[in-house]
Each structure stands twice: as structure tokens, then as C-alpha cells.
């Protein structure tokens, strides 16, 4: 993917960033709810509660779960850098800096 043009918006808000990995947190949290739920319904059966209910439960605990730790890291990861860390990281990947010796400069042998 190419990088944003110069001055333009690079993504939404803050809160926009959140929402989008509670959701997408969600969708897969509910996806993988369905599938576990399932097999454990198919190997244990279900209870008391009824296989509709059962499954609900793994669906909306898988959900509710990854949903959570989906917007968090999507809050996380869109902090900003501060000017100091940016120039720290532009003097590390600097091209080393290399000088000749000159004439005085070089080591002598001892004799």
C-alpha cells in the first residue's frame, strides 16, 4: 500500500480507530464463539441450557472478549510519537559517519 500523500488526513479520530477494532474484534470474537461453541456442543452437548443458548453464551463471551482487547490495541497503536523519539530514531538511522586518518593522526609503532 502506498504511503499517504504529504498533509493529508492519515485516518480518522481517536475514538473512530476504537470503534473500528471493537467491531472488527467483534466479528471475529463472535466467529470463533460459533466455532468452538460448536464443537464443544457437539462433543458435550448442551446442558441444561439448549444448544441455542449454549452457543449464544460462547458467541457472546468470545465476542465480548476479543471485541475489548481489539479496541484497546487499536487505541494503543495509534498514540502519537513525540518529537524526541522521532529524532532518536532518525540519528539511529543515520549513515555512520567515517573519517580518514590524516598523516598525524596515525599510530605510531613502538620500537
Same mark, same amino acid.
Given at each position: 500500500? *502506498?504511503?499517504? *500523500?504529504?498533509? =493529508?488526513?492519515?485516518?480518522? &479520530?481517536?475514538?473512530?480507530?476504537?470503534?473500528?477494532? =471493537?467491531?472488527?474484534?467483534?466479528? +471475529?470474537?463472535?466467529?470463533?464463539?460459533?466455532?468452538?461453541? $460448536?464443537? !464443544?456442543?457437539?462433543?458435550?452437548?448442551?446442558? *441444561? !441450557?439448549? +444448544?441455542?443458548? $449454549?452457543?449464544?453464551?460462547?458467541?457472546?463471551? &468470545?465476542? =465480548?472478549?476479543?471485541?475489548?482487547?481489539? &479496541?484497546?490495541? @487499536? +487505541?494503543?497503536?495509534?498514540?502519537? %510519537? @513525540?518529537?524526541?523519539?522521532?529524532?532518536?530514531? =532518525?540519528? @539511529?538511522?543515520?549513515?555512520?559517519? %567515517?573519517?580518514?586518518?590524516? &598523516? !598525524?593522526?596515525?599510530?605510531?609503532?613502538?620500537?
Amino acid at each position: 500500500m *502506498p504511503p499517504p *500523500p504529504a498533509g =493529508a488526513q492519515v485516518g480518522g &479520530s481517536t475514538f473512530d480507530k476504537w470503534k473500528m477494532g =471493537a467491531m472488527m474484534g467483534t466479528t +471475529v470474537g463472535v466467529i470463533i464463539g460459533f466455532i468452538f461453541g $460448536s464443537v !464443544n456442543i457437539m462433543r458435550f452437548g448442551a446442558g *441444561p !441450557n439448549g +444448544v441455542m443458548r $449454549s452457543l449464544g453464551q460462547y458467541m457472546l463471551g &468470545s465476542g =465480548a472478549t476479543f471485541g475489548f482487547f481489539m &479496541s484497546i490495541g @487499536s +487505541v494503543v497503536r495509534t498514540d502519537t %510519537i @513525540s518529537q524526541e523519539a522521532m529524532e532518536a530514531f =532518525a540519528r @539511529s538511522r543515520r549513515r555512520p559517519l %567515517i573519517m580518514q586518518y590524516t &598523516s !598525524n593522526q596515525m599510530p605510531r609503532k613502538k620500537e
